[in-house]
């Protein structure tokens, strides 16, 4: 680090930096002029070259010039004005600004004039990147006619007509302050000119252990996304900035790789409930919202709805294929077609020829490509494939989410459900109690309380509204037996499902009807479609906790008013509310 001393005082170093590109150009910062050998360092009546600032430490072939002396020979620091379109340059000289002008004489290449503001219009710029058209072209009178230049990137590019004397700016570097854009907040700003600012790290005391703090990025991530930012900027890295700027922490999750699941559909059912008419081609069969089929180039009539025999028709060609498809962040594992044919056709895949019913091993990718063919030994170039029945194996892909704004485990209500994003143990934890769910009736089900949970267990959490819970990582989980409750994923489509239900704020669980569940969140997946559109909660810990079961239905016929966490209201103001075990309305 370099410093000088004067008069007592501690000074920084000067730097300047040779300015490569239109970003460079902020009006309002403050410049330094070279003619490729010597800095401008005097401004008098006609200002010139010979007196050029040539001192230890100035060298006009590097990007980067340091001076660190002050002598009378301090080069003059000129002010960049105008905008994109016409620059001035510009400087303060005992209170009066005075402005660069073009040449004293048209013989004259080592002088410049100098004006006051009266005449700034006549002394625009012409700022240029070498090998690219000028930014800006003055328009002026007597020897200012004569096209000038500055450089951007020190080429020699000709001041005067006949390309005598050579321009070129340096930007003055100015110490700039880094922002960290989080509650804990904080700033540093460089220790010198062009120093770097080491980034922190930031301890996740008050940050969910769903999220892992990854480093820093320019972008404020406010909500979860799946795409990795470009520049991540670890903690502990030596940071250079080029302006004042806003570092956005990132944080990361990872939601693991779901079971394998299977979509199947029949086109008899497909069909009716999409009114499809007989003789008519159609392009997709979506199968449940995550895995669609998909024709490709269609040929002859593939694609074509038989209602006949209820199949959905593929013919052979070159050039025709259909695809199986999955949403963006799942896998194909296997799929199985029954279908029947015509003209010795077969399906392929891969080259390899699967008869109807076979089970077609797929890729592992979020798409598959399959055709018509021959059977082998057969040479007919008109078959068909006619699909009746499709059914697909998948799973979900382990996905890493980011963001800049991690939350707390903080129950919405005194009910909630998760994830469990590590090896949670909530032995020791007060106030807060995790439940799975190991039974169903037709009108109830029934929880378990745990101690423990493995990373990836959704659970049911019990505790006091809007209260934060630290949870310890558990030094070791053992996955529940049974446990009814299952991640959600966020992408599949919910509609009318018997067998799924979601946790309201009453406390009950209620049929899915549509929609997605966030991928921080459990919904209840049953075997058996319970007769139920509600189901109650049961808690089987009675020895623990004291509570046999809770039930979110206030029994109470007095009159009283309850809210419906059961909790007795004496003055109630707009709402739902429970009276005498029925929903009542305030108004």
């Not at 000129?78 to 994109?84: C, I």
């Not at 048209?106 to 090998?131: E, P």
């Not at 020897?143 to 951007?152: D, E, G, K, P, Q």
């Not at 979900?396 to 909630?416: F, G, I």
Request: charged letters at 15%; aromatic letters at 12%; proline letters at 3%.
């Amino acid at each position: 680090m370099h410093f000088h001393s004067w008069g007592g005082n501690f000074l920084w170093a000067t730097k300047y930096k040779r300015i490569t590109s239109t970003d460079d150009l902020i009006p309002g910062k403050q410049y330094v002029i070279s003619d490729g050998t010597k800095l401008v360092n005097a401004c008098e009546a006609s200002i010139t070259f010979n007196l050029g600032y040539t001192t230890s430490g100035f060298s006009v072939s590097t990007d980067v010039i340091e001076l660190n002396e002050i002598d009378p020979a301090t080069p003059v620091e000129f002010t960049l004005g105008g905008t994109s379109e016409a620059y001035t340059l510009a400087y303060l000289d005992n209170s009066t600004t005075y402005y660069l002008g073009g040449k004293t004489t048209s013989s004259d290449n080592t002088k410049f004039t100098r004006k006051t503001s009266a005449d700034a219009a006549n002394f625009l710029w012409n700022i240029a990147i070498y090998g690219e058209e000028e930014i800006y072209s003055a328009s002026t009178t007597g020897y200012n006619s004569t096209t000038r230049y500055i450089a951007l990137n020190g080429e020699t590019i000709g001041f005067y007509t006949a390309g005598y004397t050579k321009l070129t700016l340096y930007k003055k570097l100015e110490p700039y302050t880094v922002t960290y854009g989080d509650a804990t907040g904080g700033s540093a700003t460089e220790g010198s000119i062009g120093a770097g600012v080491i980034l922190p790290n930031r301890v996740d005391e008050d940050i969910d252990r769903f999220y892992t703090f990854v480093g820093w990025c320019e972008t404020n991530l406010s909500t979860e996304t799946t795409v990795r930012p470009t520049t991540i900027l670890a903690a502990g890295t030596t940071y250079y900035p080029t302006r004042d700027i806003t570092l956005y922490p990132v944080y990361s999750r990872t939601v693991s790789a779901s079971a394998t699941k299977t979509a199947s559909v029949t086109i008899a059912a497909y069909a009716s409930a999409n009114s499809w008419a007989n003789g008519t081609k159609y392009s997709t069969v979506n199968v449940n919202g995550v895995i669609s089929v998909n024709t490709v180039n269609p040929k002859n009539d593939t694609g074509q709805y038989n209602d006949g025999n209820n199949t959905w028709r593929m013919y052979q060609s070159y050039t025709s294929i259909f695809t199986v498809n999955a949403t963006t962040g799942y896998e194909l594992v296997s799929a199985t077609f029954t279908y029947s044919i015509a003209n010795t056709a077969v399906l392929l895949y891969n080259g390899t020829r699967y008869a109807t019913g076979n089970t077609i091993t797929l890729s592992g990718s979020e798409s598959s490509q399959f055709s018509v063919g021959q059977q082998e030994g057969k040479s007919a170039t008109n078959g068909q494939v006619q699909i009746s029945g499709i059914s697909v194996d998948y799973k979900r892909a382990a996905l890493s989410y980011y963001t800049s704004n991690p939350t707390s485990v903080t129950p919405a209500h005194a009910m909630t459900t998760c994830v469990a994003p590590y090896d949670m143990d909530f032995s020791s934890v007060v106030g807060l109690e995790a439940y799975v769910a190991i039974a169903a009736s037709a009108s109830s089900v029934t929880m378990e309380k745990v101690l423990n949970a493995p990373k990836g267990t959704p659970l049911l959490l019990v505790g006091t509204a809007e209260t934060k819970y630290d949870i310890p990582i558990a030094a070791s989980a053992s996955a529940p037996v049974t446990n009814y409750l299952t991640a959600g994923d966020g992408i599949t489509e919910f509609n009318g499902s018997t067998y799924d239900y979601l946790l309201y704020s009453d406390g009950k669980f209620y049929q899915i009807g549509s929609g997605t569940v966030a991928t921080n969140k459990a919904y209840l997946h049953l075997n058996d479609a319970p007769s139920a559109h509600a189901l109650e909660i049961v808690f089987d810990d009675s020895d623990v906790t004291g509570i046999k079961a809770i039930d979110n239905r206030p029994s109470m016929t007095d009159n009283s008013c309850y809210d419906l966490m059961g909790r007795k209201v004496a003055q109630p103001t707009r709402g739902l509310y429970i009276v005498n075990g029925k929903k009542v309305i305030m108004k």
